[in-house]
């Protein structure tokens, strides 16, 4: 090959040169105003995190867990079975608890048949002193018609025979009638005495001198209250012991998924000791913490871009719900009481929620990493 059939490559020209280095330069200037203007109308945050509201399945007694198979991601149903704690001794005074009801039930319904049957004997015991006592005085009335009438014969008869007109037989005839009279009426009051006596006593049980088989009603109204009383205490301490058997089962409190579980079945806890964490899949929000100097163009209201860097090709929206009012620095464990006098100012964060409005929000959880674009140009 000759060194005339070589051809060497043409360099670019200057003007080529000339004309990248000024697109390249445009394509910066086109760069750095668009970043100016987002600067100007979104504030950013790459320190943002998927939060939800984390609950804590506690067992409010002691005991042996014997039925726990939760496990970690699973879905709970409100109302759903978390763990069953030992129950046997619950169970056994449980059922004697209700018999003990059963057996005070009895017992006023007992009370209330006999004061039935008590109030049937009083008011037949009431009516027959009633009656007694009636006649009683009807033959008091007559024996001092006679006694009346007897003394009224005896004077007429005396005063005839002082004047001779009758002989002594017929007035000591009038006057042993008189006093004959007189004794009836005596006996008759008495006999009224005795069944005003009687009917009295047929108030407080007594039926002519002697007790009836039944109390007064009113002791028996008495003794269904005890009978009552007794009834409502054994009934409180069987539900007592319901409630009791009911928290021996440890329900799940709102429907979601469990995070972590703390317990392993057979172990023994106490009560208060957490079982287990869970959070509603459907209350999730984001967290981002915002340079103060930037919170004074935050509302609610506005729309934001959300990144979740577990799944960055997925499409996130949201939009600011609440702007919190103090900063995160306030609520560490060991705020710096700055005791020398040297004070470095630095930038504080307020934390901002944002309510997930799009997007696939069943593929992620809380903990997640996430950036957020807030868009305050709409202001």
Not at 22 to 40: D, E, G, Q, S, T
Not at 212 to 239: C, G, H, T
Request: hydrophobic share 40%.
């Amino acid at each position: 090959m000759t060194s005339s059939s070589f051809v060497s490559p043409r360099r670019p020209s200057r003007r080529l040169k000339l004309a990248a280095l000024a697109i390249l330069a445009l394509l910066c200037l086109v760069w750095m105003a668009f970043a100016i203007a987002h600067r100007l109308t979104h504030v950013s945050a790459q320190d943002a995190r998927i939060m939800a509201s984390q609950v804590t399945v506690s067992s409010r007694l002691d005991g042996w867990v014997t039925d726990f198979t939760i496990t970690e991601g699973d879905h709970l149903n409100q109302g759903d079975t978390v763990a069953r704690l030992y129950s046997e001794p619950e169970q056994r005074r449980l059922a004697s608890l209700e018999a003990e009801v059963a057996t005070r039930q009895a017992k006023v319904d007992y009370e209330r048949t006999r004061l039935a049957l008590g109030e049937q004997q009083f008011q037949g015991g009431l009516t027959i002193t009633g009656q007694e006592l009636d006649s009683a005085k009807a033959a008091e009335q007559a024996a001092r018609s006679r006694l009346t009438s007897a003394r009224e014969d005896y004077k007429r008869t005396e005063a005839l025979y002082k004047k001779g007109s009758i002989s002594k037989q017929r007035r000591d005839q009038d006057y042993y009638a008189y006093q004959t009279a007189r004794a009836e009426y005596q006996r008759a009051k008495q006999e009224v005495a005795v069944s005003r006596s009687q009917a009295d006593n047929a108030h407080v049980g007594f039926l002519n001198g002697v007790q009836v088989p039944l109390p007064p009603p009113e002791v028996m109204r008495s003794r269904i209250k005890v009978a009552e009383n007794e009834l409502a205490r054994a009934r409180a301490d069987l539900e007592e012991e319901q409630v009791r058997m009911r928290d021996l089962r440890v329900p799940s409190p709102i429907a979601g998924v469990v995070n972590k579980t703390l317990v392993d079945q057979g172990e023994y806890v106490s009560a208060g000791q957490p079982l287990l964490m869970m959070h509603n899949p459907d209350d999730l929000w984001v967290e981002a913490n915002i340079k103060e100097t930037d919170i004074g163009e935050l509302h609610p209201g506005q729309p934001v871009a959300i990144t979740v860097d577990a799944y960055p090709d997925q499409h996130f929206a949201g939009e600011v719900r609440i702007v919190g009012r103090a900063a995160t620095s306030q609520f560490a464990l060991l705020p710096d009481p700055n005791p020398s006098g040297n004070f470095t100012k630095i930038t504080q964060r307020i934390p901002v929620r944002i309510a997930l409005t799009e997007g696939p929000v069943e593929r992620i959880g809380p903990g997640m990493m996430v950036e957020v674009d807030i868009d305050i140009s709409g202001d």
